[in-house]
């Protein structure tokens, strides 16, 4: 069993919270809080398609399966972490934060782009696309690419866009649509 400390937590959610991983530091443990087990399960489920796809894990952490813990049954991921070993934040501390760093220097605006790219590419589907789920892992002090870290998969009864890229590609692209409109346009920084 692994014991995890509420001082190793690095985000919460409304049902889950994640905390370091006592034993490496470059994984993470996703602990349900609150309501049931079937957001972690279809989450979970989603991965293991991925990983059967054989997907490069270049905008999604990768999933290496559920251990015990004081807490309750945990997840493990990647932990995204920047260059200089840094927990990475989140697109929306970057679009939001009172000292507003330049984008075009972090190289943000660039890694958008290339998040959009990458769902078409390897037909990612997302529950929702939020600044709040998704991190920025600087490689470089102006260059990094987004990570998307909660709310994957699809809650469709039977999930047919995951075998079929013109379902697959729609569904992304009302997804985007939508976060464009609601956070990217509302920016004041861009609009794709």
């Not at 039977?158 to 956070?183: D, G, H, Q, V």
Request: glycine fraction near 6%; charge should be positive; hydrophobic fraction near 35%.
């Amino acid at each position: 069993m692994i014991n995890l400390d509420p001082s190793t937590i690095v985000g919460k959610g409304l049902h889950r919270e994640c905390y370091v991983h006592p034993e490496n530091k470059n994984l993470c443990i996703k602990i349900v809080v609150a309501g049931d087990h079937k957001e972690s399960q279809r989450e979970q489920k989603y991965y293991r398609l991925l990983q059967k796809r054989n997907i490069p894990w270049e905008i999604l952490p990768e999933f290496y399966g559920v251990v015990e813990t004081n807490l309750g049954n945990g997840a493990v991921f990647d932990l995204i972490r920047d260059f200089d070993d840094k927990i990475s934040k989140t697109m929306e501390y970057y679009l939001t934060s009172g000292d507003k760093p330049d984008l075009y220097e972090i190289g943000l605006l660039e890694a958008i782009d290339l998040l959009k790219i990458s769902l078409y590419q390897h037909k990612i589907i997302t529950m929702t696309l939020k600044p709040k789920n998704i991190v920025y892992k600087k490689i470089t002090p102006e260059k990094g690419r987004l990570i998307i870290v909660d709310n994957i998969g699809n809650s469709d009864f039977i999930p047919i866009c995951y075998y079929n890229t013109f379902l697959a590609r729609m569904k992304i692209s009302r997804k985007w649509r939508r976060f464009e409109n609601t956070f990217l346009g509302s920016s004041g920084y861009c609009s794709l």
